[in-house]
């Protein structure tokens, strides 16, 4: 157990829908990282914040953000949905945000699209 | 641009046998490595890492080294299980990557299966 927390662990929708996926990082954890996994892409970074800030962005869509409350836990929101964005989305935590540390993973949600 | 690029697989393997999977990296500055393993249907667990040149890192009898001048951390194992099948992301995290904060840049991932 990596103490990373995501819910849902599985969600369908449809095209052109919006979805919210969660994230707890582990205690103590300043950092969480989103990933997204997927068949032809592989895992790709889509966004970082450290301690409620936004810290880096990377291949992440205009229709997806995210944010990370005073708690810690982070949210992604993902709009407007195609059928390209069924996918593995992982949440990572670190102490923080230092490349040094680790990243721990949580299970992941899976996003269906149909 | 930074990436990772591992061997293709599928790696297909007797019990016992030894493992090798390549690993290089192309990078700015200087990088921490890491190697990551996914059982099927679970996140991602941390195998192990390295933060410098020839840094060994270890753990459940992998090893990997990491080499500066050959921009290479390949992972090996001396006796593999069963139990060892499962899909193995090598990973790089620097703080000079633009845009990308200390995200880590992974590999397409190496399938390994082992059988009795």
């Known amino acids: 157990d990596s103490g990373v927390t995501q819910t849902p662990k599985h969600l369908i929708t449809a095209t052109g829908q919006r979805v919210t996926l969660r994230c707890s990082p582990r205690?103590?954890?300043?950092?969480v990282y989103w990933y997204q996994q997927s068949l032809d892409q592989g895992l790709q970074f889509l966004i970082q914040?450290?301690?409620?800030?936004?810290?880096a962005k990377g291949n992440i869509l205009e229709r997806f953000s995210a944010q990370q409350f005073p708690d810690l836990h982070s949210e992604l929101n993902l709009s407007s949905l195609e059928l390209g964005d069924s996918a593995l989305y992982f949440c990572a935590s670190s102490v923080e945000g230092n490349s040094n540390q680790p990243q721990h993973f949580g299970d992941g949600t899976r996003l269906s699209i149909l | 641009g930074n990436s990772v690029t591992q061997m293709e697989g599928p790696v297909t393997l007797s019990e016992e046998a030894f493992l090798t999977i390549n690993c290089t990296y192309t990078?700015?500055?200087?990088?921490?490595l890491f190697w990551y393993v996914q059982y099927p249907g679970e996140g991602l667990q941390l195998l192990l890492k390295a933060t410098k040149a020839d840094d060994k890192g270890s753990n459940k009898g992998f090893e990997a080294t990491y080499r500066k001048e050959t921009t290479s951390f390949h992972l090996e194992k001396g006796s593999v299980q069963v139990s060892d099948s499962a899909v193995y992301f090598c990973?790089?995290?620097?703080?000079?990557?633009?845009?990308?904060?200390?995200?880590?840049?992974f590999g397409k991932g190496t399938t390994l299966s082992v059988s009795s």
């Open positions: 914040y450290y301690n409620g800030e936004e810290r």
């Open positions: 990078a700015t500055g200087y990088p921490s």
């Open positions: 990973a790089l995290s620097g703080r000079n990557f633009n845009q990308a904060g200390t995200a880590l840049i």
């Open positions: 205690s103590g954890d300043l950092s």
